[in-house]
């Protein structure tokens, strides 16, 4: 894959770039110069209790970040890697304090988008938030990047983004591993490749383990709800996106179960709500005969969006 020099040189003289990952675009900069992480959390306006996670191209890079890679863990990475999970494990003391928010673990993963993995391999192990002002939804195509930020972030323009939801965090630094955010690789899939119970950290709780998931997130300027009884699809200051009802209309998107399909919309879907003037989106409800890995990934990001 080739990646311009220009983005390969900003990284290498501590400057922050944006790079497309298959899930959401990251906010790349190099996850050994503390500097540059810096402008990371400063152009995000990101809280620095809220740790980053590490991505790499090689294997082996692993180990530079993690103190111990457990039966588990190799298990996970071989089967999911690269894609889109992300491993907690416990850290190396070398790992930088502003990376890891001073925890004791690092988060960790191999995307599998050509050019990300094309870009660090250029470059070195990249931390990558998502590339959107804090609070507003991640970025799935470059222009997100540019109404968030104008022309202020060099982004390498990789199109729209294939899964379109952030990766599944998956702790593995315990005695029971913990999904802290949920993403496509579902419960049962890693289940079944540890072959082992997999705890779901319940974001009710007073202190969340992932420290992001305690911040507001994914949420547009409208309002965010469930159908209801109460709305009408006359209502044309309303976008609908219906799951299971097929109408026609301007204001209605249809789409019919497939829950892959509105995961990969669903931040550009709300991102255009706000350019169109919506003044809110509403979303019918999952129909609980339909299964799909992915539902639980997209009602933690709807939930978060109807909750704020
Ligand atoms: O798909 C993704 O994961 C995207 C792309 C760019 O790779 N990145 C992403 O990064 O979503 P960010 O920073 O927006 O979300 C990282 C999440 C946060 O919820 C953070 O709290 C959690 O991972 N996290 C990072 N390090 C952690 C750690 N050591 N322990 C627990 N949670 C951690
Ligand atoms: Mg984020």
């Known amino acids: 894959m080739h990646i311009a020099s220009k983005y390969i040189q900003a990284i290498k003289n501590g400057e922050v770039v944006a790079f497309p990952t298959e899930t ?40 530079d970040f993690a103190s111990e890679i457990t039966e588990a863990a190799q298990l996970l990475i071989e ?43 250029k470059t070195c192990p990249l931390v990558a938030p998502s590339a959107n002002k804090s609070g507003a939804p991640s970025p799935t195509k470059a222009s997100h990047i ?46 079944k490749v540890l072959n082992q119970r997999v705890l779901i950290d319940d974001k009710s709780s007073e202190k969340p383990k992932s420290p992001g998931q305690k911040y507001s997130h994914y949420k547009p300027k409208a309002d965010v709800k469930w159908l209801g009884s109460e709305d009408e699809f006359e209502d044309t200051s309303s976008l609908f996106l219906l799951l299971n009802t097929e109408i026609k209309q301007q204001n209605i998107i249809n789409y019919s179960q497939d829950f892959e ?48």
């Open 146 to 191: 540019k109404a968030d930020f104008g022309s202020s972030v060099l982004v390498i323009d990789g199109g729209s983004t294939q899964v379109g939801l952030e990766s599944t965090v998956l702790d593995i630094s315990g005695d029971q591993p913990m999904i802290l955010r949920p993403g496509v690789i579902g419960k049962d899939q890693l289940e």
């Open 79 to 121: 089967e999911f890697w690269p894609g889109p999970l992300t491993l907690v494990f416990k850290k190396k003391s070398e790992v930088l304090d502003i990376v890891t928010s001073g925890l004791t673990t690092v988060a960790i993963r191999m995307p599998s988008n050509e050019i990300a993995l094309g870009f660090i391999s």
């Open 24 to 63: 959401v675009y990251g906010l790349g900069a190099d996850a050994w110069n503390s500097e540059a992480i810096a402008k990371v959390f400063a152009t995000k306006g990101r809280p620095s209790d809220n740790p980053l996670i590490v991505h790499i191209s090689d294997f082996d890079q692993v180990n």
């Open 261 to 308: 399909k509105l995961a990969r919309e669903l931040y550009d879907r709300f991102r255009q709500a706000d350019i169109d003037g919506y003044q809110k989106v509403i979303i019918e409800p999952f129909d609980e005969r339909y299964s799909s890995s992915v539902i639980p990934a997209l009602l933690n990001r709807i939930k978060k969006a109807t909750s704020i």
